[in-house]
């Protein structure tokens, strides 16, 4: 049995790449495809005027390739000014492996997405994601070394989400200081909506500063883990958007701030760990500067797991590393209050800081 195949004719009228909505004048589009091992995968190179595009990989299995399409589209774009807001000298880039990581992940697999890595010669280097680990990055490395994230012992930084749960907690506390008046989150009533390596990180440190945690997850069993190690609260309610929190952090994955939810909202801060957590940035970021909820751009509080692996490529140490993330907190207060003075959403005064960034090295590289 053979799939009838789209007509050039609609298959036009689809724009399938340049006419997604998330397409940002991206660089390149990789699509990975082998029969033997099963590999289904995109790569998505958005701009490396900085730097190599430096990101991810993310295992998920998606209803379609359409949807993989927009989130390697959405990611990598994400990626772009994520370095360039935390002052990396790199680019965005994200892949994705269409298909389910606990049953169809294997280091075969892993070897052949590496192969297709290393045919881009640098321009993309890869790190774990959703779905990914430390060993598997290992395996990666085994056939290319434009990867990061590396086991310690065979040199590399380590799994970054501790890192990157870091950086969240202290934009969580920039965020707080800007909204309360004091950045301690003693009491204050966090949802941590995710918990996976980064979530269960976060709530770790929130737990360790008083906070009154709430957890929710689509797995039970985790749920059950979290909340006997750290004696935290499980959601039981149908509608998490409506509680009433201090600060609601989305830590799984993106687009939980849209049309649905956004109107039922009712914390004060927002500041997770997930990548684009609006569904439409403009749209929803104006919608929560209305409802006076502080938006922390999650591009900026997230940063924390790139710069654990930028170590790899530029030789610094942990000191080094735990200095930077540490800034994310002095850089998102400029930017709340950047935002405020400037009567604009603070998701856009990031993204035209990180802009500008991109824009002044271009006109530099063209001297």
């Not at 990581?101 to 321009?123: C, I, N």
């Not at 779905?131 to 070394?145: A, F, I, S």
């Not at 849209?258 to 009712?266: F, G």
Request: charged share 25%; net charge negative.
């Amino acid at each position: 049995m053979t799939s009838e195949l789209i007509s050039s004719k609609e298959l036009a009228k689809a724009d399938p790449v340049f006419g997604q909505v998330s397409f940002d004048d991206h660089e390149q589009i990789v699509f990975c495809n082998d029969k033997d091992t099963g590999l289904k995968a995109i790569i998505g190179i958005h701009n490396t005027v900085l730097g190599p595009a430096l990101g991810g990989t993310r295992m998920w299995n998606y209803n379609n390739e359409w949807e993989a399409l927009n989130d390697v589209l959405r990611l990598s774009r994400g990626m772009t000014f994520k370095s360039a807001i935390t002052g990396l000298n790199l680019g965005g880039g994200k892949a994705v492996i269409i298909g389910d990581a606990k049953t169809q992940k294997t280091p075969e697999l892993m070897r052949r997405f590496g192969e297709f890595v290393h045919s881009l010669s640098g321009k993309y280097i890869t790190a774990e994601d959703v779905g990914m680990t430390t060993e598997d990055m290992d395996t990666v490395r085994e056939v290319t070394p434009y990867v990061t994230g590396i086991s310690e012992s065979k040199g590399g930084a380590g799994n970054p989400s501790p890192i990157t749960a870091y950086g969240v907690f202290m934009g969580m506390k920039a965020a707080a200081k800007f909204k309360f008046g004091s950045d301690v989150l003693e009491d204050k009533s966090v949802y941590v909506q995710g918990i996976g390596h980064v979530g269960e990180a976060l709530v770790e440190h929130l737990v360790n500063e008083g906070a009154k945690v709430t957890i929710a997850d689509i797995n039970q069993e985790r749920l059950e883990e979290i909340r006997s190690k750290y004696d935290v609260t499980i959601y039981g309610g149908q509608d998490i958007y409506s509680e009433p929190m201090d600060i609601y952090a989305p830590c799984a994955l993106g687009a939980t701030i849209n049309d649905d939810t956004i109107e039922r909202l009712q914390a004060k801060i927002v500041a997770g760990a997930a990548n684009n957590q609006l569904a439409e940035e403009n749209k929803h970021g104006r919608v929560l500067q209305e409802k006076g909820i502080v938006y922390a751009p999650d591009f900026l509080i997230n940063a924390g797991g790139i710069i654990n692996v930028y170590a790899e490529l530029e030789n610094y140490d942990r000191q080094e590393i735990m200095r930077k993330t540490e800034n994310i907190y002095n850089t998102t207060l400029e930017i709340l209050d950047h935002a405020k003075i400037n009567n604009i959403t603070t998701h856009t005064a990031a993204l035209n800081i990180a802009r500008e960034r991109i824009a002044t090295r271009k006109r530099e590289n063209s001297k």
